[in-house]
């Protein structure tokens, strides 16, 4: 009879053994299935302390990273035939006592867990492209320019996702005609305040926008004739968006150079520039997912040999998932890998109901695993209260 076994790899510093302490005892309070840790101890700067260990002897060739990584794509060359595996990264917790139920979840050949953010918002991380200096450089610009016209910066993490939000509302105001004239005729009609929807408004004596608790998520920019302009950015006044020399807006992190390094390196097309990519936290594979598994360690180790590449697998897994077709292969549900992202104003829980939700309650879940893959062990993080507070 196959076993369902869960899987975690691990090897180097020893905070990322710790990590995998913390995450190793949380699994084994809440499953009744076998955990098995991969790694290579000769690297290890701590002993794991766990009681079934593959010891696997990667080429020293590999830095610590690159091994983990290593063993993580080749886990079907190194682990027994004939069972069903969980992969879990060390930061994944297990919170839930259904968490073995995970294994019922598995759609051959392989079954991941979509990750946060989708290709072209992942594509400077995956790569060695110049997009993310350059976004510091014109928001840099953004701020230099504020503060010479005497307008205070918006830096607080909520209005600044509010204001993003005010910008969505602009672009969806632009897309008809008929919409810009209807929205003019409110505006002039409208003094001294136009109220764009019920969170939003317009002050017109003071240039400046609020949402409806009176705070100011972005102010008019109103250029005077002999004003010295941005260096690099340019200001679109119809629609109060700013935009780098090629046409971008400066505050939309995303970039085409993952897909073309998909392209140019193993001659695999995507044909959908923001597809929702795939996770590599939580999977799930056995014998079915060999030829799979191959495909995508033989491409993550081939980009470790070029410079344009960064040591990451998640970059080869897009690429592996469409070169099989899988595009739109079903995913994990969050359930069973919530990522916590520190930084997302719609990361909120209500811990009495064991209920979070990424998007303020629009939709919500009742975690069996928690992805803290940021601000691990923060105290002051109620997420991660909520986690200690399990008292195992």
């Not at 014109?138 to 701020?143: E, F, G, L, Q, V």
């Not at 608790?213 to 010295?228: A, L, P, R, T, W």
């Not at 799979?292 to 040999?305: E, G, P, R, S, Y």
Request: include cysteine; charge should be neutral; glycine fraction near 4%.
């Amino acid at each position: 009879m196959n076993k369902n076994i869960f899987v975690f790899v691990v090897c180097g510093a020893a905070e990322h053994i710790e990590t995998l302490h913390f995450s190793l005892k949380y699994l084994k309070h809440f499953s009744k299935n076998e955990i098995v840790v991969v790694t290579d101890s000769a690297r290890n700067e701590i002993a794991i302390n766990h009681d079934h260990i593959i010891d696997v002897k990667v080429d020293e060739k590999y830095n610590h990273h690159q091994a983990s990584i290593y063993l993580k794509t080749g886990l079907n060359k190194f682990l027994p035939k004939g069972n069903n595996y969980c992969y879990l990264d060390t930061d994944v917790i297990a919170v839930s006592e259904d968490c073995d139920l995970i294994f019922n979840e598995y759609i051959a050949p392989i079954t991941f867990a979509p990750d946060h953010c989708k290709l072209r918002k992942f594509s400077a991380y995956a790569v060695n492209c110049n997009c993310s200096e350059e976004w510091k450089k014109n928001r840099k610009a953004y701020y230099d320019y504020m503060e010479s016209l005497d307008l205070k910066t918006i830096k607080d993490s909520f209005l600044i996702k509010k204001a993003v939000e005010l910008q969505f509302l602009f672009d969806n105001l632009n897309t008809t005609f008929f919409k810009k004239i209807v929205t003019a005729v409110k505006f002039v009609t409208s003094y001294p305040i136009f109220n764009l929807n019920k969170e939003f408004y317009f002050n017109r004596k003071t240039r400046t926008w609020h949402i409806n608790s009176g705070d100011i998520v972005m102010y008019e920019v109103n250029f005077k004739n002999n004003q010295e302009k941005p260096d690099g950015i340019v200001y679109n006044k119809w629609n109060q968006k700013w935009y780098d020399k090629n046409g971008n807006d400066i505050w939309y992190d995303e970039c085409d150079h993952l897909l073309f390094n998909i392209s140019d390196t193993f001659r695999i097309n995507i044909k959908d520039k923001n597809w929702q990519h795939w996770n590599g936290g939580v999977f799930l594979f056995n014998h079915e997912s060999d030829a799979f598994l191959n495909a995508w360690h033989q491409k993550t180790m081939h980009i470790f040999t070029l410079p344009n590449w960064k040591t990451r697998d998640q970059g080869t897994l897009i690429a592996t998932a469409w070169e099989f077709g899988l595009n739109k292969h079903p995913t994990l549900s969050k359930k069973w890998n919530f990522i916590a992202d520190y930084f997302n104003n719609g990361l909120m829980l209500n811990s009495n109901e064991g209920l979070i939700t990424d998007d303020g309650f629009k939709t919500n879940y009742k975690p069996s695993f928690m992805h803290v893959y940021h601000h691990w062990g923060n105290q002051e993080w109620n997420i991660w209260q909520w986690i200690e507070n399990k008292n195992l």
